[in-house]
C-alpha cells in the first residue's frame, strides 16, 4: 500500500503557474502508476495528467501545453507543474496512484486562479 500527501496548492492569479507535489510512503513508489485528477464544485472529478510506471505520460487535452507531469522514483516524489493557468483550472487537485485493482488517492490540495 501506499499514502499519499499533496503540497503546493494556492491562490494565483490568471496566467501564474503553481507546482503541485506528492509525496508518497508506504511502499515500492515505482511500481505505481500516478496520476494528477480535479474535481471542481458540481462536477465530477477527472484526470488531469497520469504517468506510468515507466514513464509514459498522458494529459487532458484541456492542460496540453500547459502542465508537465512528472516523477522522482528514488524520492517517491511526482509533481505536476502547471503554468499559464486559467479560472477554469480551479479545483481541488488529487494525487493517485494505481496498480492493478489497487488504488489510493491523497486528501487534495485546493487551487484557486482568478480572473
Known amino acids: 500500500q501506499v499514502q499519499l500527501v499533496e503540497s503546493g496548492g494556492g491562490l494565483v492569479q490568471a496566467g501564474g503557474s503553481l507546482r503541485l507535489s506528492c509525496a508518497a510512503s508506504?511502499?515500492?513508489?515505482?511500481?505505481?502508476?500516478m496520476g494528477w485528477y480535479r474535481q471542481a464544485p458540481g462536477k465530477q472529478r477527472e484526470l488531469v495528467a497520469a504517468?506510468?510506471?515507466?514513464?509514459?505520460?498522458n494529459y487532458a487535452d484541456s492542460v496540453k501545453g500547459r502542465f508537465t507531469i512528472s516523477r522522482d522514483n528514488a524520492k517517491k516524489t511526482v509533481t505536476l507543474q502547471m503554468n499559464s493557468l486559467k479560472p477554469e483550472d480551479t479545483a481541488v487537485y488529487y494525487c493517485?496512484?494505481?496498480?492493478?485493482?489497487?488504488?489510493?488517492w491523497g486528501q487534495g490540495t485546493q487551487v484557486t486562479v482568478s480572473s
Open positions: 493517485n496512484a494505481a496498480r492493478t485493482r489497487y488504488t489510493s
Open positions: 508506504g511502499s515500492i513508489f515505482s511500481i505505481y502508476n
Open positions: 504517468i506510468a510506471s515507466g514513464g509514459s505520460t
